[in-house]
């Protein structure tokens, strides 16, 4: 059974530019959710998506968006990017995502984002 | 708001060795606990999680962790230590089960086994 599969792995861009972001979850997994990692905050939640819906956001400016499709795939992006940016995204992916039990979520590898 | 502990940022032991990690959790809720291993530029791998019933949860490569109510902990143990264990490990709360409220990472405990 493939895991959660994150495309790019690695990517450099520009201030100011724009990036997405994919990832395919776990086959039949519908929650889609997405962290960002860095070495000073920490893996923080960015949003999480059920059925192409955006279900929770967390603590993070207007710039970073997402979505999810029909076949559960997701993707984020990030607007304006600015040297903090700089980071690994995580997308992870589970089952039905809310309230039971048994409820395992499964990382992906990660796409590593520098900004310069 | 629910918040995550991990004392020591880095942990150091030799190989054969009892690891301990410590995680304690502020919850005013009953909490759902995992703990996640994450090697060199990879993602993170579930070790165990912690629902509901038996207090004592046994993982994968041979972790344990016990959640202690009383002490709001859910630290991770592991016997005998071995240098494949070394990784930055994180704990790691929610209430929905991880769904749609996300995650609460603690900061991470980088551990380095001495052979």
């Known amino acids: 059974k493939a895991g959660v599969t994150q495309t790019p792995r690695y990517l450099i861009k520009t201030r100011g530019q724009q990036v997405t972001l994919s990832c395919s979850p776990i086959?039949?997994?519908?929650?889609v959710s997405w962290y960002q990692q860095t070495p000073g905050q920490g893996l923080q939640f960015l949003f999480e998506?059920?059925?192409?819906?955006?279900?929770n956001k967390g603590n993070f400016p207007g710039r970073f968006s997402g979505r999810q499709f029909s076949n559960s795939r997701s993707e984020m992006n990030v607007s304006t990017l600015e040297l903090g940016d700089s980071a690994l995204y995580l997308c992870a992916s589970s089952s039905t995502g809310t309230g039971l039990l048994g409820n395992t979520i499964y990382f992906g590898e990660g796409s590593w984002l520098t900004v310069v | 708001a629910q918040s995550v502990t991990q004392l020591g940022s880095h942990v150091s032991v030799s190989e054969g060795a009892l690891v301990l990690l410590r995680c304690n959790y502020s919850s005013s809720v009953p909490p759902y606990l995992f703990w996640y291993v994450q090697y060199p530029n990879q993602g993170l791998q579930l070790l165990l999680k912690?629902?509901?019933?038996?207090?004592l949860v046994k993982g994968i490569n041979g972790f344990e962790a016990e959640f202690k109510k009383s002490e709001t902990s859910f630290h991770l143990t592991k016997p005998s230590a071995h240098m494949s264990d070394a990784a930055e490990y994180f704990c790691?709360?929610?209430?929905?089960?991880?769904?749609?409220?996300?995650?609460?990472f603690g900061k991470g405990t980088h551990l380095i086994i001495q052979p």
């Open positions: 790691a709360v929610s209430y929905s089960g991880g769904g749609a409220d996300g995650l609460t």
């Open positions: 086959s039949g997994h519908r929650s």
């Open positions: 912690y629902t509901t019933g038996a207090t």
């Open positions: 998506y059920f059925s192409e819906t955006q279900r």
